[in-house]
């Protein structure tokens, strides 16, 4: 049983003419205690699909499901726990002082 599965999942940014799609129709299963890699080239949506996994960025169409509970379908506050770990951490920080 998958404890991660993305359904057909779509996420697009814009509209009409500047519509962007930045997945379209992905789908994913990770089973409990398997290791999955995401591998593609730049500009093929890797960022965007980890936003969606790590629920910070809904998709447009389908869902993300986590031990079957349909995460965006629930508040913030009752969602699994996710971990993301930033690109660069300035990211996260909004930049660094000293």
């Given at each position: 049983m998958?404890?991660?599965r993305v359904e057909e999942v779509s996420r697009h940014y814009g509209e009409r003419e500047a519509?962007?799609?930045a997945l379209d129709r992905v789908s994913v299963d990770?089973?409990?205690g398997e290791y999955t890699a995401i591998m593609e080239p730049s500009?093929?949506?890797k960022t965007t699909l980890l936003s969606i996994l790590g629920s910070m960025?809904?998709?447009t169409?389908?869902?993300l499901l986590v031990d079957d509970l349909g995460v965006y379908a629930l508040s913030c506050d009752d969602r699994p726990?996710?971990?993301a770990v930033p690109e660069d951490l300035a990211l996260a920080?909004?930049?660094l002082t000293r």
């Amino acid at each position: 049983m998958s404890v991660v599965r993305v359904e057909e999942v779509s996420r697009h940014y814009g509209e009409r003419e500047a519509r962007v799609v930045a997945l379209d129709r992905v789908s994913v299963d990770i089973e409990r205690g398997e290791y999955t890699a995401i591998m593609e080239p730049s500009g093929s949506g890797k960022t965007t699909l980890l936003s969606i996994l790590g629920s910070m960025n809904p998709p447009t169409s389908r869902q993300l499901l986590v031990d079957d509970l349909g995460v965006y379908a629930l508040s913030c506050d009752d969602r699994p726990g996710v971990c993301a770990v930033p690109e660069d951490l300035a990211l996260a920080t909004g930049g660094l002082t000293r």
